[in-house]
């Protein structure tokens, strides 16, 4: 899934400030939703959820583990 087929879901994620399974969203992770949403060029790469808080962001914003958790168990098969 790319950022452009999950853009409703980051708007959700960051309006609620929740993930999709309910869980807080942390102001820094806060932070990189709105840049993911704010980076037009990058639409066409791909979303990771991380499998602990289940937040879905940008691949290119997590480099080193989820942002919102710091758990290093992240999957790009997003439905």
């Known amino acids: ?3 452009q087929d ?3 879901i980051i ?3 960051l309006a609620l400030e929740r993930t999709p399974s309910g869980r807080p969203i942390a102001e820094d ?3 990189s939703l709105d840049s993911a ?3 037009h060029k990058n639409y066409h790469m791909d979303v990771v959820q991380c499998l602990n808080c289940k937040l879905i962001l940008s691949s290119l ?3 080193s583990g989820c942002i919102n958790c710091g758990s290093k168990d992240l999957t790009s098969n997003v439905s």
């Open 37 to 39: 949403l704010e980076d």
């Open 29 to 31: 992770a806060l932070l």
């Open 1 to 3: 899934m790319t950022i």
């Open 61 to 63: 914003l997590v480099p």
């Open 6 to 8: 999950a853009l409703d």
């Open 11 to 13: 708007k959700r994620e």
